[in-house]
């Protein structure tokens, strides 16, 4: 079974530049969430949805930072302008069922962004 | 609000040797998971082990196994017989059923030879 696939690996760019990251996940699984990961810290919600439904965006910075999650499968996270502070690995991640016992979050590679 | 602390930043063991990493929690709901995730230096974040709170028995995969005192709000994460690849971060976190999971800031673990 193919895991959750994330690109780019890697994104450097100038403060004020936008940037856009994807993220498929694995086949089959309703729910999606991208998390923001800071040095040296654990990694925060963004945004979840399901299917392609917004259930949870209370930390998403909406001013800059948008999401989402075509016809329930692929989904794209994008930054504009991007910030110094944005510097992070943003990690998708999708389960099968919101809420029931098999609800386990299985995660992508992540894309580390730097901005300068 | 839900929290996960996870108290020791670092901490090494020698290979084949036990090592025990600690997270305590704190949430009011009363369903809820308990996960301990590996984070290695390739970013890749893969799941551990996992422990239903309705559950008594302790988890256990191979050579990870848990301690799970649901009155403490202690998950404690031990590792035996520890391998050269089990160097990682490791994070402790919670969630109820179909939420966001909350991360503790992680453990670093380095196993030497």
């Not at chain 1, 692929?74 to 029931?100: H, M, N, R, W």
């Not at chain 2, 990870?64 to 490791?90: E, H």
Request: hydrophobic fraction near 35%.
């Amino acid at each position: 079974e193919a895991g959750v696939a994330q690109s780019p690996r890697y994104k450097i760019i100038e403060k004020r530049q936008s940037v856009a990251f994807w993220c498929n996940p694995i086949s089959g699984h309703a729910t999606l969430y991208w998390y923001q990961q800071i040095l040296g810290q654990g990694p925060k919600l963004l945004i979840q949805f399901q299917n392609n439904g917004v259930v949870d965006d209370s930390q998403l910075p909406k001013d800059r930072f948008s999401a989402e999650r075509l016809k329930g499968v692929d989904s794209t996270l994008k930054i504009q302008p991007a910030k110094l502070e944005d510097s992070a690995v943003y990690l998708c991640a999708s389960s099968l069922l919101a809420g029931g016992p098999s609800d386990t979050q299985y995660f992508g590679p992540g894309t580390r962004l730097t901005v300068l | 609000a839900q929290t996960v602390t996870q108290s020791q930043p670092e901490m090494s063991v020698q290979e084949a040797e036990t090592v025990t990493l600690s997270c305590t929690y704190d949430t009011s709901e009363n369903n809820y998971y308990l996960f301990w995730y590996k984070q290695p230096p390739s970013r890749q974040m893969i799941l551990v082990i996992r422990q239903e709170a309705y559950k008594q028995q302790n988890a256990t995969e191979n050579r990870f196994s848990v301690n799970f005192q649901k009155a403490a709000k202690s998950f404690s994460l031990k590792i035996s017989d520890s391998q050269l690849g089990d160097t990682a971060m490791y994070f402790c976190a919670l969630n109820q059923a179909g939420t966001a999971l909350i991360f503790g800031k992680g453990t670093t673990l380095s196993v030497s030879s």
